[in-house]
């Protein structure tokens, strides 16, 4: 069983930054692909980023050019750096992990970005 923890989140104003990390319970990030979705009130959750555990990433052309992952394998840990934040962005943020087919998600973390 994958743990993933969040933390990171919070108020902050339009234009502002965040930097949301994920921590995992084991040496997972070597094996498995880490990815941030997002869920606004009354919307489904969606996409945000992934990064595989090769390196690759993609990006939700919504937020491309203003969110960044990154991960560090020594420190089980993924990051999700959120620059130049909207009102839109505002949504609980979920990070996850799969493997072969298995998802496993954390509790999330709420981010409010105010006007």
Do not use: H
Request: charged share 15%.
């Amino acid at each position: 069983q994958v743990r993933l923890v969040e933390s990171g989140g919070g108020l902050v104003q339009a234009g502002g930054s965040l930097r949301l990390s994920c921590a995992t319970s084991g040496s997972i990030l070597s094996f498995y692909s880490m990815g941030w979705y997002r869920q606004a009130p009354g919307k489904q959750r969606e996409f945000v980023v992934s990064i595989t555990s090769g390196g690759m990433t993609q990006y939700a052309d919504s937020v491309k050019g203003r969110f960044t992952i990154s991960r560090d394998n020594a420190k089980n840990t993924v990051y999700l750096q959120m620059n130049s934040l909207k009102p839109e962005d505002t949504a609980v943020y979920y990070c996850n992990a799969f493997n072969r087919g298995t998802s496993n998600w954390g509790q999330g973390t709420q981010v409010t970005v105010s006007s």
